[in-house]
T-cell receptor
Framework: ETGVTQTPRHLVMGMTNKKSLKCEQHLGHNAMYWYKQSAKKPLELMFVYNFKEQTENNSVPSRFSPECPNSSHLFLHLHTLQPEDSALYLC??????????????FGQGTRLTVV | GQNIDQPTEMTATEGAIVQINCTYQTSGFNGLFWYQQHAGEAPTFLSYNVLDGLEEKGRFSSFLSRSKGYSYLLLKELQMKDSASYLCAVRDTRVSNYQLIWGAGTKLIIKP
């Protein structure tokens, strides 16, 4: 079983739909992240959860709503998205702390297309 | 502000050596990461540098100079499977303990 798993791998949704992306990590990490990856752009950090508490929200529009029910699961709820929201959405996890030097582990991503 | 620069695309020949550069400007540097990402797949960790010098790991090596705000990833004995994007990322604790500042990635094309 891979360390970080995301479902679905591909998603096509209309602008009026509501959908959710799911992420699960089996690494015992204490931090989980949502990233957006658009073509030829740097990875954009959207949200960070540490010990289930949201610690970062990088000015993400309210049409993206994260949920972290426990330290192993992370969701991204989507509603009334725009075509420019089409991108690869990556989940990651890491073990964070004062002396953190460990890398983040990424899921395979969800390729989202908004039509 | 924070900024990461790396070339957009590079081409190299199978069996050769290629060096991918990354320059950065941050206020609270606390480590630099290199990741590999094949098309449509997750980024995978390659290397981590926090002190100056060279870290070697098989065919891949990564170098860091903190005074110059510079790193490179060196790939030796290139194989066709090395065709991928290579992402440079810096941890900047003045921004956040959790946020990595990412470059846009360098797409490496390997030709036979």
């Amino acid at each position: 079983e891979t360390g970080v798993t995301q479902t679905p791998r591909h998603l096509v949704m209309g602008m009026t739909n509501k959908k959710s992306l799911k992420c699960e990590q089996h690494l015992g990490h204490n931090a989980m992240y949502w990233y957006k990856q658009s073509a030829k752009k740097p990875l954009e950090l959207m949200f960070v959860y540490n010990f289930k508490e949201q610690t970062e929200n990088n000015s993400v529009p309210s049409r993206f709503s994260p949920e972290c029910p426990n330290s192993s699961h992370l969701f991204l709820h989507l509603h009334t998205l725009q075509p420019e929201d089409s991108a690869l959405y990556l989940c990651a996890s890491s073990q964070e702390g004062p002396l953190a030097d460990t890398e983040a582990f990424f899921g395979q991503g969800t390729r989202l297309t908004v039509v | 502000g924070q900024n990461i620069d790396q070339p957009t695309e590079m081409t190299a020949t199978e069996g050769a050596i290629v060096q991918i550069n990354c320059t950065y400007q941050t206020s609270g540097f606390n480590g630099l990461f290199w990741y590999q990402q094949h098309a449509g797949e997750a980024p995978t960790f390659l290397s981590y540098n926090v002190l100056d010098g060279l870290e070697e790991k098989g065919r891949f090596s990564s170098f860091l100079s903190r005074s110059k705000g510079y790193s490179y990833l060196l790939l030796k004995e290139l194989q066709m499977k090395d065709s991928a994007s290579y992402l440079c990322a810096v941890r900047d604790t003045r921004v956040s303990n959790y946020q990595l500042i990412w470059g846009a990635g360098t797409k490496l094309i390997i030709k036979p």
